[in-house]
């Protein structure tokens, strides 16, 4: 089947809930079989992956990736095209990568191959991947190199910012609302420590593709009359910091210097590939000759996706898929002619790798 005709099959399934992101697990892994490709299914907490292996020789490829997607008006699930884009939910996030990684494992099937490549599909991505892409890597599902085929219009996202998400209790000293300068206001105690942490060094290192860390108030809580000075406040930090940063060093520093309770909520792996590794290199050789452009974009995600599961194992991982805009929105597309290069773009660099 043409990727482009796979892709629109692909987006056709709602696969916003876990029961239809494990139909389209299903639906590839049958569309496979058909093709003479054997794999399994591998069900972790009701959800479920698919894991497949072909070829030989020392080093082992993983493509990456997910079948699930956002909530979308049905009629985002009727893809249309238009002006050479393909429009609908999933068309860019990430259907379209799933769709050329397929189309290229069949491909590369039928050739003498020098490496394994792993397919890997999963459904959960879009809720954190804990029950796939993590659950994958922890079973030992794992390689030299994974690429995560990610909406990067064709260019190389070899890092990504770790997060944290922390709450940070504070305690002030109620008072007369009348007489506020007879207490302790919490939420401004709150305020202040905010921009206290903002100061602080982790938050001001940068690298060659980040300028620092980011550091977001998502949540407040305190007070609860007008006319009482509130004692007691909690702020919840949306923390993403730059990947060769210690989480752990980051929270005590914290914790050595505000004065409030600090709860640990989450803490995620953050991606340090470099940009001189050997595989990102021949993926770039591929990348630049596929499409005759020598100025392959070479960057960092501000956010985070299941490559950081890989790369906690100190596997090089990467984010690298077609060309598409808008997901997550109501236009979400992909051009359709970059699915077919990125599929080209595969097919190349594995049969190239010479590592």
């Excluded at 959800?47 to 080093?59: M, P």
């Excluded at 940068?206 to 809580?221: D, H, M, P, Q, R």
Aim: with cysteine; charged share 25%; proline share 2%.
């Amino acid at each position: 089947m043409d990727t482009i005709k796979l892709l629109e099959e692909l987006v056709k399934i709602d696969s916003s809930t876990k029961e239809s992101a494990n139909g389209a697990i299903e639906y590839s892994a049958k569309y496979l079989l058909d093709r003479g490709i054997e794999g399994k299914i591998i069900e972790n907490n009701g959800h479920k992956s698919y894991v497949s292996i072909i070829g030989n020789g020392d080093k082992t490829i993983i493509l990456n990736g997910h079948l699930d997607v956002i909530k979308a008006d049905e009629k985002m699930f009727s893809p249309t095209i238009k002006e050479g884009k393909m429009y609908g939910r999933g068309t860019a996030d990430m259907k379209a990568g799933c769709a050329s990684m397929i189309n290229a494992f069949i491909t590369l099937s039928k050739m003498d191959l020098d490496c394994k490549i792993m397919l890997q599909l999963v459904s959960d991505e879009e809720d954190g991947g804990l029950n796939c892409s993590k659950y994958l890597a922890e079973q030992g599902y794992l390689g030299d190199f994974v690429i995560c085929g990610e909406p990067t219009n064709l260019g190389l996202g070899i890092q990504a910012k770790g997060f944290m998400r922390l709450d940070i209790e504070v305690i002030g000293k109620s008072a007369h609302g009348s007489r506020p300068w007879e207490g302790i206001n919490a939420i401004e105690k709150s305020i202040e420590i905010y921009e206290k942490i903002k100061t602080l060094d982790f938050a001001k290192e940068s690298t060659s593709l980040y300028e620092g860390s980011s550091i977001n108030l998502a949540v407040i809580e305190g007070g609860d009359v007008y006319n009482k000075v509130p004692d007691k406040c909690k702020i919840g930090l949306d923390i993403r910091y730059v990947p060769h940063l210690n989480p752990n060093e980051i929270i005590e520093d914290i914790k050595n210097n505000v004065d409030g309770n600090v709860i640990t909520k989450l803490i995620g792996q953050s991606v340090n590939t470099s940009e001189d590794d050997k595989f990102v290199l021949k993926l770039k050789e591929s990348t630049k000759k596929i499409t005759n452009n020598n100025d392959i974009r070479v960057f960092g995600q501000h956010g985070s996706a299941d490559t950081r599961f890989f790369a906690k194992e100190n596997i090089p991982a990467i984010e690298f898929g077609p060309s598409g805009a808008n997901w997550h929105g109501d236009l979400e597309y992909v051009e359709i002619n970059s699915v077919y290069e990125y599929e080209k773009i595969l097919i190349d660099f594995i049969l190239n790798l010479n590592i």
